[in-house]
């Protein structure tokens, strides 16, 4: 698994700051920057989380290999 450089550029594209996602969909700030730097694997839930507050789809954030 490598960065999830397209997480990260959606959250900066929506003006969002670590925590200030963190907070939205209920984990810590480290539990973000750890899933964009790629050394977490988030659960399918949080993975859904994440894209419905950056208006993403699943593909685009998680699936683009």
């Known amino acids: 698994m490598g ?7 959606a959250r900066t594209e929506k003006g969002l700051s670590q925590e200030a996602l963190a907070a939205a969909v209920g ?5 973000i920057n750890a899933i964009e ?15 419905k507050e950056l208006g ?3 593909d685009e954030l998680f699936w683009n290999e």
């Open 3 to 9: 960065k999830n450089l397209a997480m990260k550029q």
């Open 37 to 51: 730097k790629g050394d977490y694997n988030p659960t399918i839930n949080l993975c859904i989380a994440i894209c």
């Open 27 to 31: 984990v810590s700030r480290q539990t």
């Open 56 to 58: 993403k789809t699943l």
